[in-house]
């Protein structure tokens, strides 16, 4: 690989994990920085259980080991960043306690306005974005899936410098990129979608049946037309 990138993922979350692994699996240096308090502090490999939509549309499912490396630097090309947006501020606290400098990816769902981004990201660079895969760890294991495409902020609407490194990053690691107008305004519209959806799904679904219930929600006019107006309110509130 010409450009080998030093990426450091914050935490051991499901989708911050998970984009760690494609990292590393494209070449690149991946570390995570966990807290010595935190319960995984102590893990040092997950396995991996991947449904990888990046090559085929079906997506293909395959097995491997992920070895974790620790934060050891003080400087890094990127920081992913995929935390609840309530704790953005805490680990902009500790990057600045740690020392520890470089641009940061915030792949977060933020409900509030450009604004209150910049005034909690001050002194920083940082680049909008929102992940497309999700799944869980489970004893041990990272179940996971992931697509083919990443939702970035555009070049023109971003203010770091190495932005065209940041496009060698996925590029290498098999992702496009898409990018909406506004980023900001794109995560308010999909979290509100993703609320309507969910509270639709948990009034008429299975929790013991969950691919079933999925399928009958897709399958019924009138039950997404409800996601539809649960989305319109949340939209109106956001």
Known sequence: MENKL????????VIGT???YIFSK???????????????????KLNVEILDGRFESKGKQSQDTYVINKASKEVYDFIFVAIPSGN????????????????????????????????????KDYILGYP??????????LNCCVFDHFML??????????????????????????????????????????????????KYGDINNVSES????MNSTKKV??????????FKNC
């Open 26 to 44: 494209a070449g690149h240096n991946v570390e995570h920085y966990v807290r010595k308090t935190s319960k995984n502090y102590n893990v040092d």
């Open 88 to 123: 953005i501020e805490s680990v902009t606290e500790v990057l600045d306690k740690e020392e520890i400098k470089g641009t940061i990816i915030l792949a977060c769902g933020i409900w509030e306005n450009h604004d209150y981004v910049k005034n909690l990201m001050v002194k």
């Open 6 to 13: 030093n990426i450091l993922v914050i935490g051991l979350g």
């Open 153 to 202: 902020e555009s070049k023109e609407k971003s203010h770091i410098s190495n932005y065209d490194e940041l496009l060698g990053l996925f590029s290498s690691s098999n992702i496009k990129l898409e990018h909406p107008y506004d980023m900001l305004e794109w995560i308010w519209l999909h979290m509100a979608i993703n609320a309507g959806v969910v509270s639709v799904a948990g």
């Open 132 to 141: 497309v895969a999700g799944g869980n760890i489970d004893n041990g294991t």
């Open 225 to 234: 037309i409800g996601s539809g107006k649960i989305y319109q309110r949340n």
């Open 18 to 20: 998970t984009y760690g």
């Open 214 to 217: 999925a399928e009958k929600l």
